[in-house]
């Protein structure tokens, strides 16, 4: 169990070992070879993506002895040791929350005038954006003109709070969120120094919930491993220390939903309420989820990045059964719902009623206003299995569902819109051409084909 964090034991001490911000890195890299950083700099990004470390870094290698010809701290050196060893007397942190005022900022210009140990002095304000009016006012004249010795790093998550005078007085460096398979990657090789096992699934998820910040999936990670008794992280393990709802659930409750099964739909909710799920965790977890199955109509590749691979094939053959439209109704209406549930007074009920309304959505009304060059694409056998269960279902008259329509190949461009005309080849090929082995949603689509019609009625 690490005792501590592990954000700040694994703290990088190199530039090359910062995580997705190699953009940032070898741009200073750059410039501390050429010995050309500038005095003032603003790091601005999310919190949590390396913008103090980065910052810390700078400090090092200005000062190092020996920087090597990559523009590394050589970590050796009298300079960098006692940077190491926390006693560096030539770098200073002022956290802007909560030193915001005129007579703070006057203490550290008062600061900057005295002539440093090292090289350089290295001034690096966090949560910048906090100095009050007066206090940026009383900061501008230094940070215009510093003495050579002084460097100012700014550092700041909401970049448009900042003074137009003082972004045209900065170089700035946009750092970004990291994305989830890069998380993922150096939660993997943390928990093997660690002797944590940590299932790659559980990773994802950890990096999942921590909206690309490192520092947030590392803090989660410490809390996941303090739980642990056996040195191992499952996905089942966060997903109940997390209070999410897990795949398996996400699907049966999405596809009850899909399915109109109110009955099934309400006595899950009420285990759910039972086992202790708050319904804005409910609420959150299956707006996730839905977002997902959009995705993997809409955009897979991204599908791919964001979940480990055996999670992103049982996304995209999920999503088959229903249609984009639909997906984006159900995820307004979550939308609409979660502002509601913060206010309400019986949250149960709320999200009830949200589930419930999702399973009367106008199904087939937007079926119908699927474009026709839809239609088009997918009058030739091959197609992408993503067009074909919007195909089926537009195509679908009541009752009709199965049956294979024998009607000419041809694409008609017009005419399917409002009352379509059995459509050619539909059947043959979502059935034989593009699903030659058994289909494991045959049944499912088949009901949400069943569905669309009943809904046609109403
Ligand atoms: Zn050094």
Redesign the pocket.
């Known amino acids: 169990m690490p005792i501590f964090s592990t954000a700040r034991r694994y703290r990088p001490q190199r530039f090359a070992e910062v995580v997705g911000q190699d953009h940032i890195t070898i741009a200073l890299r750059n410039l501390l070879v050429r010995n050309q950083i500038p005095q003032s700099l603003l790091f601005c990004g999310p919190h949590g993506v390396g913008k103090t470390t980065c910052a810390r870094l700078l400090a090092k290698a200005l000062n190092?002895?020996?920087l090597t010809p990559e523009g590394e701290?050589?970590?050796?050196?009298q300079?960098?040791k006692e940077f190491l060893s926390g006693k560096a007397t030539s770098v200073f942190e002022l956290d802007a929350a909560s030193n915001n005022s005129v007579d703070d900022i006057r203490n550290l210009i008062e600061h900057v005038r005295y002539p440093p140990t090292r090289q350089f002095k290295v001034y690096i304000i966090d949560e910048v954006h906090m100095l009050s009016q007066a206090a940026f006012n009383a900061f501008l004249k230094t940070l215009e003109e510093p003495p050579p010795y002084a460097v100012f790093v700014l550092a700041t998550t909401e970049k448009y709070r900042i003074l137009p005078t003082v972004l045209s007085r900065c170089q700035i460096y946009d750092f970004r969120r990291i994305p989830i398979p890069q998380i993922v990657q150096h939660l993997l090789s943390i928990a093997q120094q660690e002797n944590i096992q940590l299932e790659q699934r559980a990773a994802y998820v950890i990096a999942s919930q921590s909206d690309g910040s490192l520092r947030d999936a590392l803090t989660l990670f410490d809390r996941l491993a303090s739980y642990t008794t056996n040195q191992t992280i499952t996905y089942t393990t966060v997903a109940q220390i997390l209070h999410l709802l897990d795949d398996d659930q996400l699907f049966t409750l999405s596809q009850k939903i899909f399915l109109s099964d109110t009955a099934e739909i309400l006595t899950t909710l009420r285990n759910l309420f039972l086992q202790g799920y708050e319904p804005a965790e409910i609420l959150r977890s299956l707006r996730r989820h839905l977002r997902l199955l959009l995705h993997a109509h809409l955009n897979p590749n991204s599908l791919k990045e964001d979940l480990p691979p055996e999670t992103a094939s049982r996304y995209a053959s999920f999503a088959q059964a229903i249609e984009p439209a639909l997906l984006l109704s159900a995820l307004t209406l979550l939308h609409k719902y979660e502002s509601q549930l913060r206010y309400a007074e019986d949250k149960q009920s709320i999200l009830e009623i949200a589930l419930l309304e999702m399973t009367v959505l106008p199904w087939l009304n937007r079926a119908r206003t699927i474009p026709t060059t839809t239609l088009k694409t997918t009058s030739q056998p091959q197609t992408t299995s993503n067009n074909t269960p919007t195909q089926t279902k537009t195509s679908q008259k009541p009752k009709t569902t199965r049956t294979t329509k024998k009607t000419s190949t041809t694409t008609q461009p017009a005419p399917q819109r409002t009352t379509p005309p059995p459509n050619p080849q539909k059947k043959p090929t979502t059935t034989s051409a593009n699903k030659p082995q058994k289909d494991p949603f045959q049944t499912f689509r088949e009901l949400l084909q069943l569905q669309s019609v009943t809904g046609n009625h109403h």
Do not use: H
Request: with cysteine; glycine share 0%.
């Open positions: 190092c002895l020996n701290p050589c970590n050796q050196c300079a960098c």
